[in-house]
């Protein structure tokens, strides 16, 4: 049998999670060549980590009926994973709330702030900005009309408010991270990857 996605029907399910097999190209790889075991890349565990973190962090149920954050993310992943092949619109919607298991105050900052040390400049600034388009919706369109930056920002914020279903199924953690980082181009997905736009919104709409 090939490898295996885990999927969690819904929250209250989560103990007794589904295996599925992986279709070929979302998390399938082909065997190791013998002497060289698979390992996953540096950053793999790392994310996982936060990802994790998110188990059980309790939302406004006015806004979020579907539950914790992890739940949530990872439905916001797997709207983005259809509808885009671009990895780091993928990383984005996924990790947009690690944040909110350790923030005080500004969730998407504090939580930009930590994947700095992890993921490309382009995913972070997704992250850090990906509230603008709830909190100042004329001003962050008038700042970046006609650019890329802004049609990122309006995907991840619709699949952010897609990924409310209490009744949802989802991948696992693990199999999420696997589905980001397997056959991406790390180079462009690390540290000094794909560059951030230059906009910072935080000054410029201040």
Known sequence: MGDALLFFPCPGQRGLPVGVAAPQGEGHRSPAPRGRPNRPPPMHQDLLDLLLALDRVPQDPRWHPEGDALFHSLQVFDLARRETA????????????????????????????????????????????????LRAPGPTKRRLRR????????????????????????????????????????????IGGEPAPAHDLRKELA
């Not at 005080?104 to 603008?132: F, I, N, Y």
């Not at 930056?149 to 949802?168: I, T």
Request: hydrophobic share 55%; glycine share 6%; aromatic share 4%.
């Open 86 to 133: 671009d990895r780091s619109l993928w990383a984005a919607a996924l990790l947009h709330d690690v944040g909110k298991a350790f923030a005080a105050a500004d969730h998407a900052e504090d939580g930009a702030d930590v994947l700095a040390e992890l993921v490309c400049p382009r995913v972070v600034w997704l992250v850090r900005h990906h509230l603008h388009l």
């Open 147 to 190: 650019t890329r930056a802004l049609a990122d920002l309006a995907r991840l914020r619709r699949w952010d408010l897609g990924g409310r279903s209490p009744a949802a199924t989802v991948l696992s953690p693990e199999a999420a991270v696997e589905l980001l980082l397997g056959g991406a181009d790390l180079s462009l997905l690390s």
